[in-house]
């Protein structure tokens, strides 16, 4: 993959209109039920959206990490590599969790299913991009971006590591 080839998919205005707009979404939704949430952020992919997201929330929003990956080069190797959990409890805890794509869904109903084992008081998921190519089933309530097979790279996104601190989301032709 050659840097000088990357295209502009969404441009770095794009997603800041998008995560005010998603934050205040967000805050609308919890608002009522509560004052406090845990918003859960899957690494790698997702640093830079969970940054960028958390501030736009109006509340007091706790931090937590969780480390999993399947993909080698565009592809998802169907097996979830699990490097980190969770240490705190997430008992009786309103939880977002915040991802950078869902793609095949694969990881995050790993990652839910885990959550609910839990028992949390409620999950929801806010993911700035969706592709659209895959029936995954899951309920995106945030979601940012709906795109179509495009393998995606920067603003947290990588090939084989590379690229994730291209501040736009892009693509290679
Ligand atoms: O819906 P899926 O097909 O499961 O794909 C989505 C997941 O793939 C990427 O993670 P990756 O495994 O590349 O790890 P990373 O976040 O460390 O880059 C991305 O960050 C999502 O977590
Ligand atoms: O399009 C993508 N780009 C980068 N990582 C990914 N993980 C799943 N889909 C993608």
């Known amino acids: 993959m050659d840097i000088e080839n990357i295209k502009v998919l969404i441009s770095e205005e794009e997603l800041d209109n998008k995560i005010r707009e998603l934050g205040k979404n967000i ?4 608002k009522p039920m509560t004052d406090e949430i845990v918003a859960i952020c899957v690494l790698k992919g997702s640093i830079n959206f969970f940054s960028d997201l958390v501030k736009r929330i109006d509340m007091n929003v706790f931090y937590n990490f969780i480390q999993v990956s399947s993909y080698s080069g ?5 097996k979830i590599k699990v490097k980190s959990w969770l240490e705190e409890s997430l008992e009786g805890k309103h939880v ?3 991802e950078d794509i869902v793609d095949t869904g694969n990881t995050l109903k790993y990652v839910i299913k885990y ?7 409620s999950i929801e998921v ?3 991009v969706v592709k659209d ?15 179509g097979d495009y ?23």
């Open 74 to 78: 565009t592809n998802t190797t169907g």
């Open 133 to 147: 190519v895959h029936e995954h089933g899951i309920d995106v309530k945030f979601p940012g971006f709906t795109i």
């Open 96 to 98: 977002l969790i915040v």
């Open 126 to 128: 806010a993911s700035i």
């Open 27 to 30: 805050t609308q939704h919890y």
């Open 115 to 121: 959550i609910e084992r839990q028992k949390p008081a």
């Open 151 to 173: 393998f995606i790279i920067g603003y947290g996104l990588d090939y084989d590591q590379s690229y994730r601190n291209i501040p736009f989301i892009g693509y290679v032709e």
